[in-house]
């Protein structure tokens, strides 16, 4: 739905999904730590165009970035797209020991 208001470019729409892709092998656990190269390569975008795609995706309200300076990975907090302005979270459920479903 959030696409929907906000379109998104090709490569903001790579680098979003790349990045979604990291989320869920990481269990939704944010900060997602990632460096720029690496977000690059994945996307196969030039430092400007990863930049411009990485800024749409601030822009809006997408992603919330927070740089280490220098050359440490940022931290990227994905936002949900359920709940505009909060940050996705898990919602696992655990079954406790003996309590197998019926």
């Not at 208001?5 to 944010?30: C, E, G, I, K, V």
């Not at 900060?31 to 720029?36: G, Q």
């Not at 690059?40 to 992603?63: D, N, Y």
């Amino acid at each position: 739905m959030l696409q929907m208001r906000t379109p998104l470019s090709p490569n903001a729409q790579a680098l979003w999904h790349y990045l979604m892709y990291r989320a869920n092998a990481a269990w939704w656990s944010m900060p997602l730590v990632l460096r720029s190269d690496e977000l690059m390569g994945a996307v196969k975008l030039t430092r400007a165009s990863f930049k411009r795609a990485r800024q749409e995706l601030i822009a809006g309200g997408f992603l919330v970035l927070e740089p280490q300076g220098g050359r440490q990975p940022s931290r990227y907090y994905l936002t949900s797209c359920v709940r505009p302005g909060s940050f996705v979270q898990p919602r696992m459920k655990v079954e406790k020991e003996g309590e197998g479903r019926q």
